[in-house]
């Protein structure tokens, strides 16, 4: 399989593309009559800064003045995991929660009346409305990231590898495995296992201090019919679905891949399912346009599942973007009329859920490109339907 053969030379995402995300947020910012923006949402400061950092109770935030050098706020046990992040002066607060609210007090410091926050707890509102001339609850750093560079590409693909990688060692081992009496937590740990050792071996040493890992959840039988159903000690039996969903990340840039497989022989009614499912996932891509808006791709492709009288059985939307964050906007679903660009990247993801009978799940990667949708998870195009089976002989 490709997740273990030479890989491309890749590089976490350096001084210059956070320079140039930077740069971005700033014409914003003048274009809108503000001085500044103060970000508190994790992923933005991760994304603008390229620091990983621990997301716990005491916030973090990042102010980006339209012609100053960036500040780091950050509580002062952090202060030594900040200072090394190139192109910010860090500033440390006590502690959480402290006497002056951290967001307040970062507000402070900023030392401006023209402010826009990504994020903002209703609390430090009114107290904020009191001393800014003007509020702008927006996120400056979105347009940016809804639309990656070739370089965030490029871990998008490469992840995408590695999410392969992990159904591709489900496929050989999991009905051998079933047969000698595994649950779906020692087939997860096997699929998932082996995959990250192999994005260890290959990619560890140069992302150090980066997200790097797989995550997935393997689920069978009436319990696939739960769409977050979680990993369990259930056994396999022979007729059963099992649904592996697989997430993984690389430079902190996530992709997904998924499958239903099925226990033993598959029947007339579970081909009939994963057929109407794959015209699902096809009217997905065929939708994904540019200018389209992301509402209408959710509706054309979940029209495939209610076409084949499924209806009844979605639960969910078709698919959500992918980043920095494993689910980020915009959204393919009902309510997101953002267009869709060049440089997205989205999930797809067909979904069928019969509470006590069964459940069905995949998921592909989808980037729109210059050429159409790039699809980098492979493992549904290299293995048809009639051939996604756990033999238990």
């Keep these: ?12 995402l350096g001084a210059e593309f956070r320079a140039q995300a930077m740069a971005q947020v700033r014409q914003r910012l003048s274009a809108a009559g503000l001085e500044a923006a103060l970000f508190l949402l994790p992923a933005n400061i991760l994304y603008l800064t390229g620091w990983s950092f621990s997301v716990n109770e005491r916030p973090m935030g990042l102010l980006v003045h339209v012609d100053k050098t960036p ?24 502690e959480f929660p402290g006497e002056v609210p951290a967001v307040l007090w970062m507000v402070a410091q900023a030392k401006v009346r023209r402010l826009a ?40 693909r490469e992840a995408a590898r590695f999410a392969d990688l992990c159904l591709e060692r489900l496929l050989a081992k999991g009905g051998e495995l079933i047969a000698q009496g595994a ?15 192999a994005l260890l071996d290959i990619h560890g040493p140069a992302f150090l201090g980066t997200k790097l890992g797989i995550s997935a959840s393997v689920h069978s039988g009436p319990r696939a019919a739960l769409p977050h159903g979680a990993t369990g000690t259930r056994v396999p039996q022979a007729g059963d679905t099992l649904i592996c969903g697989v997430g993984a990340s690389l430079g902190g840039y996530h992709a997904e891949s998924g499958i239903t497989l099925i226990v033993g022989d598959i029947s007339a009614e579970q081909r009939r399912v ?16 540019p200018g389209t808006s992301c509402a209408f791709v959710n509706r054309a492709a979940l029209a495939e599942l209610s076409a084949a009288g499924l209806g009844d059985a979605i639960r969910h939307r078709i698919g959500h973007g992918m980043g920095v964050e494993g689910h980020e906007a915009p959204w393919l679903a009902p309510g997101d009329d953002t ?6 990247v989205f999930s797809n993801e067909p979904g069928v859920y019969r509470p006590g009978r069964d459940g069905y799940r995949t998921i592909n990667t989808m980037i729109v490109g210059p ?17 996604r089976v756990l033999a238990l002989a």
């Design 117 to 156: 926050i990504d994020t903002l707890d209703a609390r430090h509102y009114a107290a904020l409305t009191n001393e800014l001339e003007t509020l702008s609850l927006k996120d400056f750093a979105a347009p940016s990231r809804y639309i990656k560079s070739a370089e965030e590409i490029a871990l998008t």
């Design 274 to 289: 994963m057929t109407a499912m794959q015209a699902c996932n096809d009217a997905a891509v065929a939708a994904l346009v």
């Design 183 to 197: 649950s779906e937590l020692d087939l997860f740990a096997d699929c998932t296992g082996f995959a990250r050792k």
């Design 371 to 387: 050429n159409g949708v790039e699809i980098p998870s492979r493992f549904q195009a290299d293995h048809p339907i009639d051939t």
């Design 339 to 344: 267009p869709v660009a060049q440089g997205m």
């Design 71 to 94: 500040v780091l706020f950050v509580p002062e046990l952090e202060r030594e995991n900040a200072e090394p992040i190139r192109g910010v002066t860090v500033k440390t607060y006590e």
């Design 1 to 12: 399989m490709s997740g273990t053969g030479a890989a491309p030379k890749l590089a976490p």
